[in-house]
């Protein structure tokens, strides 16, 4: 009846509010601040963070880099397009690009070692999918960010694009060896 | 010459263009139902393995119309019909430039057209977020944008609407509730429509070669603005129509104006700033703004929400109280007229909303989480939870309420009426429930073989993943049954529902107004306030509504659990940093 005529006391904010829902409220507010702190606490103690690296850079200049990574580390090729693999030493800069409808070069990686890893774009959005392990992150056109990973588990990985990037999208995969 | 009619079972006045402009959206959004959730059928067919209908390149097409034409253009249709209704009808008053509501409608129509010819040319396969620098044909921005200017015009007509009825003493007091809710969608609509002026109009010239570079960074920030605050708008408003019915059936008077307002205007302050939900994983963004925007400063906006969480069913339980149904904590829902769709499908759009939308919605939005739930299908779990189980099913509840009231017509099929909220309402929830559950396995969104069939790369999900995506084609199937079942009754009730006034025709059903005798009102009396509480004040006498508390904290253990459950999630994977 009320909820769609006016106040029936015309100063209504002035109308004490139940205790039922001021118990609400705070129990509420108290959970919704717990979720706030939760966010920089992980940033301290947490040890899943995207950092805040990031770099503007041209598809030119990105696959400069990491053609000089893949010049100085390949190990061997994959598949019948001949994809190189990489090795980079532990702790070093990796570059991995993304562009229609590949994840290049692959990546052969050290179990609890770190590496800084580069990942672009050389033309549309794409998504990098770390699978199984699950790691999802937006790669931009444009820009060259940086995270610092650090594998804990040995096994064959697959980079699966999830920002959808065309027609051929479902077919862009990639791999990352962890020894 | 008189322009109201009152409706003799209601009482609502009704303004004669304000009556046929509710129904030409009302028709124009449940063609867009139609549209797109015949291309949901399509699309959830697709993604189920075992049936795995489309070939790549239609799949591609029909997932970008079925975004738009659901989320974009059938909710949109509907809140213009709300917001006349909330304005013009629920304050007595005079629609406002009747006119410039018409030329918004037809650009919004015109807009529709323009969009979903150039999807359907098959250039335009970019989904609804249209990522630059991947391009769509110029006429496919170019409709987005007339469409959001009609909408935008059906803005100002209703802000026009309140200063009429404001200058003209229509009601008494302050605004209704309702009335509130549908201000907040529509102050939440105008900040959401500039956001997509200001990328859409230069993406477009730049699709014709005006503009020579859009930075896809920028391109991302700001069309958020435009494509989570549109959900917003949906939030603010079927939160006003869940007050509405509860207000209808039960008689329920907010538990507190104060309280309600006062979330709405949290809604008006922080929700807007969940755009930075789907930039947590982004280059180029600082933890610092991605923490900040992501929780609507400091989750002010989920405090809202888990207010008319209490509020709404709250109210209904005082009511329902109040005519005698005191025994234990819930002899008040049990004895709800569960089999009133227009009950049953506000309820489960409560519930839904809030258990699966709300908390995979703050999950998911939480900076860190977002790395194990990036783009996988597990979002489109989470939006069909809130937009389709939520804002949907509010406006089909609302349809039932309006056949009679607006349309003059009497419900066909009133059988399969009262399961229809439940057919849809399940359905959804299946696809929402195991497409989240997909995505915590990694499965991706926008992906059309989950299989990777003949990749020399290959790659497998674990099996599991194959079974949650057939569970959730086969909810989809169901929810599409309701979704044809309300359009039917919907639809046939116009046609050939039992006439509840002598003029109202086939053409009355589709905008034209009723005879001019049945307008015999000059100017309705002035709204009054409602009438005083019967006991004035709360809070002394302890809880009003124990069992609407219990639920509560139902929804809050869930909420607390669901989200450390993630945390623990997200600590197993490889360290990052």
Redesign the interface.
């Known amino acids: ?10 100063i ?2 002035k ?7 001021i ?3 705070l ?3 108290v ?3 717990i ?2 702190f ?3 606490y ?2 301290v103690y ?7 690296e ?1 770099y ?1 850079t041209t598809p030119a200049k990105y696959q400069a880099k990491v053609q000089a990574m893949i010049d100085k580390y390949k190990v061997r090729e994959e ?3 001949k994809i190189p693999v990489v090795a980079p030493p532990a702790g070093s800069d990796v570059y991995l690009l993304a562009r229609l409808w590949q994840w290049y070069p692959m990546l052969e990686l050290e179990k609890d070692k770190s590496y800084r890893l580069h990942i672009s774009s050389m ?3 794409h ?1 990098f ?17 940086v ?7 040995s096994g064959e990985y ?1 980079i ?12 862009m ?3 990352i060896w962890v020894k | 010459m008189s322009q109201f009619r009152q409706c003799p079972d209601t009482g609502l006045f009704f303004h004669k263009p304000a009556e046929s402009l509710m129904k030409a959206n009302a028709v124009a959004g449940a063609v867009c139902l139609l549209i797109g959730g015949i291309l949901g059928l399509l699309v959830i067919l697709t993604r189920w393995p075992a049936v795995h209908l489309l070939p ?2 239609a799949f ?1 097409m029909v997932l970008t119309a079925h975004g738009i034409t659901c989320l974009i253009f059938w909710i949109i249709f509907f809140e213009m019909a709300i917001l006349y209704f909330a304005g013009s009808t ?1 304050l007595r008053s005079r629609l406002a430039t009747p006119r410039w509501a018409w030329a918004g409608f037809v650009l919004m129509i015109v807009g529709v057209i323009s969009t979903l010819t150039a999807i359907f040319q098959g250039g335009s ?3 609804m977020t249209s ?1 630059v ?2 391009p769509a044909a110029p006429h496919f921005y170019l409709g987005l944008i007339l469409f959001a200017v009609g909408a935008l015009i059906g803005c100002f007509v209703f802000l026009g609407t309140l200063v009429v009825a404001k200058n003209e003493k229509t ?9 509130f809710g549908a201000l907040t969608a529509c102050i939440i609509a105008i900040f959401t429509i500039a956001s997509g002026a200001e990328i859409l109009i230069p993406t477009f010239l730049w699709s014709v070669g005006y503009i020579s570079h859009i ?3 920028m391109y ?1 920030v700001i069309w958020w603005a435009l494509g989570h605050s549109s959900q917003q708008i949906n939030v603010s408003a079927h939160v006003a129509v869940w ?2 019915i ?3 059936l039960f ?9 309600s307002r006062a979330a709405y205007l949290l809604y008006i302050l922080f929700l807007q700033l969940a755009s930075a939900h789907h ?6 963004i ?2 610092d703004w991605k ?1 900040f925007n ?2 609507y400063a ?3 906006a ?2 809202a929400s ?2 008319h969480g ?2 709404v069913p ?2 209904i339980e005082v009511a329902q109280r109040n005519k005698g149904l005191t025994n234990g904590m819930f002899e008040w829902l049990r004895k709800a007229p569960w089999g009133n769709p227009v009950f049953s499908g506000m309820f489960i759009s409560l519930i839904g909303f809030g258990f699966l939308g709300g908390i995979s919605g ?1 999950v998911m939005g ?3 989480i ?7 299908i597990y979002v489109p779990g989470h939006f069909h939870a809130t937009v389709v189980v939520g804002t949907t099913l509010a406006w089909m509840a609302l349809t039932y309420l309006l056949i009679p009231v607006l349309f003059r017509r009497k419900m066909i099929l009133p059988g399969l009426a009262k399961w229809q909220p439940y057919l849809f309402g399940g359905g959804m929830s299946i696809v929402a429930i195991f497409h989240m559950a997909a995505g ?3 499965v ?6 989950m299989g ?1 069939a003949g ?5 497998e ?2 099996g599991t993943a194959y079974l949650l995506m057939g569970i959730a084609g086969v909810g989809g199937v169901i929810a599409v049954i309701g979704g044809a079942a309300y359009l039917l009754i919907t639809v046939g009730s116009l046609l050939f529902g039992e006439k509840l006034d002598a003029s109202a025709g086939i053409l009355q059903s589709f905008g034209v107004p009723l005879a001019d005798s049945v307008y015999s009102t000059e100017k309705p009396e002035r ?7 019967a006991v004035e ?3 002394d006498s ?5 069992g609407t ?1 219990v639920l ?1 904290m139902v929804l ?1 253990v869930s ?2 659990v669901y ?1 450390f459950i993630n ?1 623990k999630y ?2 197993e ?5």
């Not at chain 1, 999918?129 to 960010?145: C, D, F, K, R, T």
């Not at chain 2, 930039?279 to 180029?284: A, H, N």
């Open positions: 009846m009320t909820s769609f005529m006016p106040p029936a006391q015309r209504w904010w109308v004490p509010v139940g205790r039922q829902e118990v609400w409220i129990i509420a507010l959970w919704c601040l979720m706030f939760m966010m920089p992980w940033h947490g040890k899943q963070n995207i950092s805040n990031a503007q598949t019948a397009q033309d549309w959005n998504g999918s770390l699978q199984p392990v699950n790691i999802n992150m937006q790669i931009v056109p444009g820009y060259e960010m995270v610092t990973v650090t594998p804990d588990k697959t699966v694009c999830n920002e959808y990037c065309g027609i051929m999208h479902h077919t995969l990639g791999k | 790549a390149d591609y629920l396969s970019v989904m990522y620098p991947m009601y008494e007091g302050s605004i209704p509730l309702v009335t930075d896809a960074a991302r007050y509405l509860a207000g209808v008689g329920a008077r907010p538990m507190s104006e104060k309280v930039l947590l994983t982004d280059p180029g600082s933890s923490i992501t929780s400091m989750y002010l989920v405090l888990m207010i209490l509020t709250g109210a703050v939480t900076e860190q977002s790395i194990i739930i990036h783009n996988t915590t396995l990694g991706a969104r926008r992906h059309w073989d990777f990749n020399p790369l290959g790659f999900y674990p709204l009054p306030m409602a009438p005083a509480e004040g709360h809070g302890g809880f009003e509504a124990p508390f509560a809050l909420f607390v989200y945390w997200l600590s994977v490889w360290p990052l940093s």
